[in-house]
């Protein structure tokens, strides 16, 4: 069964550092997302990104916040001056078409120093 | 705006008991609700659909419109049941279909 990929599976950053998440979604969906859970708190919606554009933001995703599909395979997020409150697990999702289920990656930990 | 409820961070039961976890939600449209379950060390993998009305793994779930819940049940429990699980809606905004997740309840199955 095809899945969501994410790298690296922990990345260690020092704070004001630039970090990159990289995702590869399922190779036919079109819809994109980044989920975010900071440790003991529930699973937040950050972005969503279709059509090669922003969908939808959540308050969280401030200007330190980017996403890019930029070679039709992957999907990455750029904080660029990360954060000590940045720590958290990142999810990335896809979906195939709108109102079919979202497909998770196994996420990636980010751990700002 | 969205919001999902679970009430309870830890439920404990037996094995052969029956499992009930609760999920209430807020949404002022015609909402779609998921059950999501992450068993240790794995990801979020999709559960149960609202729409699709079928039971996985001997769980089913309905959806309440009055009551506005969408309670995940199961009439026997066993051991490989125990995971964190995750009630989340979805809701049409400018075509997102963000997710809204509630906290999330952690099922532990004792024998």
């Known amino acids: 069964e095809p899945e969501v990929t994410q790298t690296p599976s922990h990345q260690v950053t020092q704070m004001g550092q630039e970090v990159i998440l990289r995702c590869v979604p399922i190779s036919n969906h079109l819809y994109f997302y980044w989920y975010r859970q900071i440790l003991g708190q529930k699973v937040e919606f950050l972005v969503s990104f279709y059509n090669n554009e922003i969908s939808e933001k959540s308050e969280i995703f401030d200007d330190q916040f980017s996403v890019e599909r930029p070679d039709g395979s992957n999907f990455t997020l750029k904080i660029r001056s990360t954060k000590l409150e940045d720590s958290a697990m990142y999810f990335c999702a896809s979906m195939g078409r709108s109102n079919q289920p979202q497909h998770f990656g196994d996420g990636t930990r980010l751990s700002i120093l | 705006a969205q919001r999902v409820t679970q009430p309870e961070k830890l439920l404990s039961v037996f094995k052969g008991a029956p499992v009930e976890l609760k999920c209430n939600y807020s949404?002022?449209?015609?909402?779609?609700l998921f059950w999501y379950v992450q068993y240790s060390r794995q990801r979020l993998q999709l559960l149960l659909r609202h729409i699709s009305r079928e039971s996985i793994k001997g769980f089913t779930a309905d959806l309440n419109k009055g009551e506005t819940s969408f309670h995940l049940k199961k009439p026997f429990a066993q051991e490989e049941d125990s995971a964190m699980y995750y009630c989340a809606l979805s809701g049409i905004t400018g075509g997102g279909n963000k997710l809204t997740f509630g906290t999330g309840t952690q099922l532990k199955v004792e024998l």
């Open positions: 949404y002022s449209g015609s909402p779609e």
